[in-house]
Antibody, heavy 125, light 107 residues
């Protein structure tokens, strides 16, 4: 079955970096984009960015632009999200999600149809 | 950036009730609107895409409508497993913003 399995929880100090992995299985990895979404404790969902495993194209949210790098390894069907210069407000659960493209009434629509289980990143001194 | 505003922020209802959530976009997004359900400690789950298309495997008591700037998610008859937080998300343009969520609680 289609699934995304993320790496385990991380605890980091302010100023450090974290790299979260998201391993895909059950589908052709290069056929769909991967989004990264985070959720701070007790808060809503925040879209961080998107990467195309097909060509490596990325699009990052302004809130993390300059501190985030999203990459993929097509040989292992794994996506990565690295966040640098960590701050306490980066404490959150980080999710990867497949960006599925569908055709509805002759138009293309995109949605996150499969999600990873989430990776808790705690930033604390 | 397109702002997504959901109302209400929270809602109390009983099993069997019909409930409606509202999501408003700060500009027209045509039908590029998705709805997700999230239970505590779990990843979000896709319910509705393209404003009104039901994701495979999602019960038919869930339905979505709207286009342009105003959208609704309706649950026709609440079941115990439906108590969760619901988010809308626009897929019209980056950043693909989410609404702040509506928490559905048991009355």
């Amino acid at each position: 079955q289609v699934q995304l399995v993320q790496s385990g929880a991380e605890v980091k100090k302010p100023g450090a970096s974290v790299k979260v992995s998201c391993k895909a299985s059950g589908y052709t990895f290069t056929s769909y984009g991967i989004n990264w979404v985070r959720q701070a404790p007790g808060q809503g969902l925040e879209w961080m960015g998107w990467i195309s495993p097909y060509n490596g194209n990325t699009n990052y949210a302004q809130t993390v632009q300059g501190r985030v790098t999203m990459t993929t390894d097509t040989s292992t069907s794994t996506a990565y999200m690295e966040l640098r210069s960590l701050r306490s407000d980066d404490t959150a659960v980080y999710y990867c999600a497949r960006w599925f493209r569908d055709v509805v009434t002759a138009n293309y629509y995109y949605y996150m149809d499969v999600w990873g289980q989430g990776t808790t990143v705690t930033v604390s001194s | 950036d397109i702002q997504m505003t959901q109302s209400p922020s929270s809602l109390s209802a009983s099993v069997g009730d019909r409930v409606t959530f509202t999501c408003r976009a700060s500009q027209s997004i045509s039908s590029y609107l998705n709805w997700y359900q999230q239970k505590v400690g779990r990843a979000p789950k896709l319910l509705i895409y393209a404003a009104s298309s039901l994701q495979s495997g999602v019960p038919s008591r869930f339905s979505g409508s709207g286009s342009g700037t105003d959208f609704t998610l309706t649950i026709s008859s609440l079941q115990p497993e439906d108590f969760a937080t619901y988010y809308c998300q626009q897929s019209y343009s980056t950043p693909y913003t989410f609404g702040q969520g509506t928490k559905l609680e048991i009355k």
